[in-house]
């Protein structure tokens, strides 16, 4: 508030624009007012964080278990298609990235359910460990009461 009420100078034009009817301008100096005090170095306002989410311990974005080389180089290839921003190249790479992943993920469930099949008729104790579901996300340890 005090940078707002330091700046005189648009202080008046924004005034004067109200008293002549003149909204375009008036919106255009409240526009400017408001802004040049947020960027004011003591406000704060203009300042930010290069990463807002800090990276895991493991430094990057976590994929799925099917998700291999060639997933990732079709995927690699699409982003640089998107960078280009040649539109027929980039939906061409897209479909055969789409396309490799829903492969990758078909051949590693496939796989899943023989081994799993292959337990179950040897009576293997290890089935009850692929019948246990993973947990996808850590416990909050904020409570309801509080």
């Not at 799925?64 to 280009?84: G, I, M, Y």
């Not at 359910?113 to 460990?129: G, M, N, P, Q, W």
């Amino acid at each position: 508030m005090e940078q707002l009420e330091l700046n005189l100078e648009l202080q008046v034009q924004f005034e004067a624009a109200i008293d002549a009817g003149n909204l375009d301008t008036a919106a255009f100096c409240l526009r400017s007012w408001i802004m040049q005090a947020a960027s004011e170095h003591c406000v704060g306002v203009s300042k930010f964080h290069t990463c807002i989410f800090p990276m895991s311990a493991g430094g990057g974005v976590r994929r799925p278990v099917w998700f291999d080389a060639q997933c990732k180089h079709k995927r690699r290839v699409f982003v640089e298609a998107v960078h280009t921003g040649q539109a027929a190249h980039t939906c061409m790479q897209k479909k055969r990235h789409k396309k490799q992943t829903r492969r990758a993920r078909r051949a590693y469930v496939k796989h899943q359910k023989a081994v799993f099949l292959d337990r179950l008729r040897k009576h293997s104790a290890e089935i009850h460990a692929l019948l246990r579901k993973q947990k996808g996300a850590h416990q909050t340890p904020i409570t309801k009461d509080t």
